[in-house]
């Protein structure tokens, strides 16, 4: 059965050191030679490098699995065919936009699961995307005259704000405003996972329990700075900016190992879309037994290579694989199997334990069954 | 869990109260996992009740390009996480007994999980509890076993492959394994030729008036 070869693992860890590196050169080139960047950030950096070569490696490492790099070879070669680009561009723009930005799949499950996942997910990603570009220096704010704001990107000057404009109040305090999105949203997902029976029988402390602590004790201790700072005179802001910064590291850490690597694991299924949707255009594979098309040739084919590659022998004997048979014809051969059993040659089942326990005076209260 | 699951075809009545119980259960609540499906409706009446036979080595769970199908420390093979599934149905199509079922609209793949809310709680999953034959059983095999004439096996033969399952079929006769080798026919197949026996024959007229979702495994 499939193990992570060495191979594998080594050209994992080459592509995670590389993206840690390359990071690093992005943080030195985007903040102009460390010239804005915020030295009292360095330990965020630090941990935001680090996960994101860890992020690279697991994700190297999962395109190895035989099914994932099947998939990933042929959704790219189908993406990438010439006379289809645009076609193709136009399928994976409008996925993106149902899957990843609307996620309408989560909305057909349920709404109030669509609004936690929605709190969370955007909660997350609007606070990644204003405190990344800040760690690493590649936005800062200059002060102009009494009152302007000018924000830089990479050093290049932007468009400049009134610091006391309704617009430059929402900027500062975006932070605060995610940090209540993703308690909402854990709020909701907690309830039900106190709640639900079947989500109380499935989950694990680690893997769903853990991610919405980390996620609400960031919120928390984040808005705790604000509090701080705005109604408390600054009481405590150190030591709370020292657990806001250990919690945060905690989380980029957890993020390439726990349930949180689904945020990059799940783009996948753009390409995983396209291939469906191309293989529905192609010559159809018809079940060898009832002749309904069930899935298409290039399926079939890619999913008997991974089957085979990953060490099963499903030869029929009459040269085809199992998989050529749809879902239900599997089960009716079974059970064919299982009705012909009497004209085979074994023999009837007649050493049953009951009777050989009676034998040896072991009272099952069957005594009078027969 | 000590206790599995005892499939004995040869007493289902084909009533179908396990695929309506099976709803009911809290890990896939309104979707039945379960199957009845009839063998040759032109010949026979017997029906075949197929659950999740949790592979020891699931082919489901190693097919899966988003490794979402795991294991659970009893050996019972999950349904696949929600976060990963990617919907890509791999498992749907390379499953040797047909099991897991998909949902495109919802990204979701579901498969019968011996009832994990009540079974990790040592109750009967919801289709054991309501089969009136016991042609579904669960319970330990040393309590199981001895209350049958039928020989408890755990694995099928599929062409070169043996895949061995933690839950058992009680065969009538003294097979070790169940041999599927593809013979499409229900009785008399010794009577045919050999090359017959090897071919798989098309279905009768009535057996290919089953719902579409039915052959592709979409709930």
Known sequence: MHTIKTRDKFTSVVYGLAASAGLTLLVIVGSRNLEHYDAA??????????????????????????????????????FRDRRRLAENTKSAAQTITHNLVEQRFIRRRGFTRWLMHALIMWGCLLSAAVTFPLVFGWIHFKLEGERGYRTYLFG??????DGRSIAAWVMFHALDFTAVMVLAGCAIAIRRR????????????????????????????????????????????????????????MTLFYLPFGKLFHVVQRPASVGVELYQRRAREMPQAACAR????????????????????????????DG?????????????????????????????????????????????GLRNAD | MEETMFIDPQRCIGCRSCVAACRECGTHKGYSMIYVDYLDRAETTATMPTVCMH?????????????????SEEGIVMS??????????????ACPFGVPKYNTEMHLQMKCDMCYDRSSEGLKPMCASVCPTGAIAFGKYEQIVPLRRTKPVNVHVFGNQHVETKVYLMLPTDADAVEVDGCGVFEGMLQRPAEERQTPTVESW??????????????
Request: glycine share 6%; net charge positive; proline share 4%.
């Open chain 1, 41 to 78: 950030l360095f330990g965020y950096t630090v941990a935001s490098v680090v996960a994101f070569g860890a992020i690279v490696y697991r994700y190297a490492l999962w395109l190895s699995r035989p099914a994932t790099r099947v998939y990933w070879r042929r959704g790219w070669q189908l």
């Open chain 1, 156 to 161: 290049f000057p932007l468009n400049a704000l």
């Open chain 1, 194 to 249: 106190l709640r639900d029976r079947g989500a109380i029988a499935l989950q694990q402390y680690m893997l769903d329990f853990v991610p919405h602590l980390l996620l609400i004790s960031v919120s928390v201790t984040g808005l705790m700075l604000t509090v701080s700072s705005l109604w408390l005179g600054g009481y405590m802001y150190s030591f709370i900016s020292l657990t806001h910064q250990a919690l945060v590291i």
């Open chain 1, 290 to 317: 009832c002749g309904v098309e069930f899935v298409s040739e290039m399926w079939l084919g890619d999913l008997k290579q991974v089957v085979a590659e990953l060490g099963f022998d499903y030869t029929m004997p």
């Open chain 1, 320 to 364: 085809r694989q199992l998989q050529d048979y749809c879902p239900r014809c599997k089960r009716v051969m079974r059970g064919l199997s299982y009705a012909s059993l009497p004209d085979r040659t074994a023999e009837v089942f007649r050493g049953s334990r009951a009777e050989r326990n009676v034998e040896r005076n072991v009272d099952f």
């Open chain 2, 55 to 71: 592979c020891t080595e699931p082919t489901c769970a190693l097919v899966c390009p988003a490794d979402a199908i795991k294991m």
């Open chain 2, 80 to 93: 696949a996480l929600k976060p990963r599934c990617l919907d890509c149905r791999n498992c749907v199509n």
């Open chain 2, 206 to 219: 009535i057996d290919t008036q089953v719902e579409h979702s039915d052959k592709s495994n979409e709930f």
